[in-house]
């Protein structure tokens, strides 16, 4: 708890900065003899890009998840077993494990027990997103890996959380409203399932009327074409056009009315994120300078030192 505390302190303070929790820019510069870890990350990121370009995806829901799913950036979700973070309902559906495991066994040749499966999970997820469009960033690395991972401790919002209710999540580690609404910009990349949007399409609030605020056309493509009879169907939440971009149609596709989640939707009309979401909308660098320093910004929620984690041998279960 105390650890929490500190940490959404300084991060409300805007004290947190690359040295936090022994975490620095080029932190392991020397550290795995003459080998360039980053390029190793980022090389293996590239193949896997090169024929699976969805992975952008996958990297950015799972640093979330493990973020923000028990407020500590900390690799657990990474962790498998019968009552793992993985087997919570909000977790059923990430994916990308597989290649932070790919990545861990190349390091773990060239210098064991050195780089945490945290770190290679948030090098991995930067060099997806300027892969798929994004920009360049430095992230700082050196967190540790935790040594619990519990379904039990998972706390994530749902997709119809109200605008007032995920300020207030996200203000918990610091995100001010700006952010919150840029963070949701990660849905550039994201799908859904028709189960989880069909409410809107066909009983809205028990109306049996699609939700009016969705629109008309986009309604009758989605619930005739897309959904009908397919409660798994995938769902785009960015433009079918643009779904494996980090780009800013995602705020576009908002003010035409096509926020597929209800939480998308309301940050375009609420009073206090409307403008946020207008000027993402008209400025694709603006969004892409913020969405960095969000993503920097996450990696950071509840790092862990050396005294606290561990270097894990493998990704999946601790030492």
Not at 220 to 243: A, K, R
């Amino acid at each position: 708890m105390a650890k929490h505390v500190a940490i959404v302190v300084l991060l409300v303070l805007g004290l947190v900065n690359s040295s936090y929790a022994g975490t620095s820019v080029g932190y392991y510069t020397g550290k795995c003899g003459s080998n360039d870890v980053e390029s190793i990350i980022k090389g293996i990121v590239q193949a896997r890009f090169s024929y699976d370009p969805d992975i952008i995806a996958f990297l950015l829901r799972l640093l979330f998840h493990d973020s923000m799913g028990n407020l500590q950036t900390d690799g657990s979700l990474l962790l498998k077993g019968p009552n793992s973070e993985q087997t919570a309902v909000p977790n059923f559906t990430v994916k990308g494990y597989d290649l932070i495991d790919t990545i861990k066994a190349a390091l773990e040749q060239e210098c064991p027990g050195v780089v945490s499966c945290t770190d290679i999970m948030v090098a991995a997820t930067r060099d997806a997103v300027l892969l798929a469009g994004g920009i360049y960033f430095d992230v700082p690395l050196g967190r540790y890996d935790g040594k619990v991972g519990l379904a039990s401790n998972v706390v994530l919002p749902p997709p119809d959380i109200s605008v007032a209710s995920a300020i207030a999540y996200y203000q918990q580690v610091g995100f001010t409203d700006l952010e919150t609404v840029v963070l949701l910009g990660g849905h550039t990349v994201g799908v859904t399932h028709c189960n989880v949007i069909k409410d809107r399409l066909y009983n809205f609030q028990g109306t049996q009327q699609p939700d009016p605020s969705l629109d008309a056309f986009y309604v009758f493509f989605l619930g005739t074409i897309i959904c009908q009879n397919n409660d798994e169907m995938f769902v785009f939440l960015d433009s079918p056009n643009s779904v494996r971009t980090v780009d800013n149609s995602y705020y576009q596709m908002l003010l035409q009315n096509k926020g597929i989640l209800p939480i998308d939707n309301a940050i375009a009309f609420d009073p206090s994120t409307a403008s946020y979401v207008q000027d993402l909308a008209n400025n694709n660098d603006y969004f892409l300078d913020l969405f960095a320093k969000v993503i920097v910004k996450m990696s950071l929620v509840g790092v862990l030192d050396e005294n606290e984690g561990e270097i894990r041998n493998q990704c999946w279960t601790t030492n």
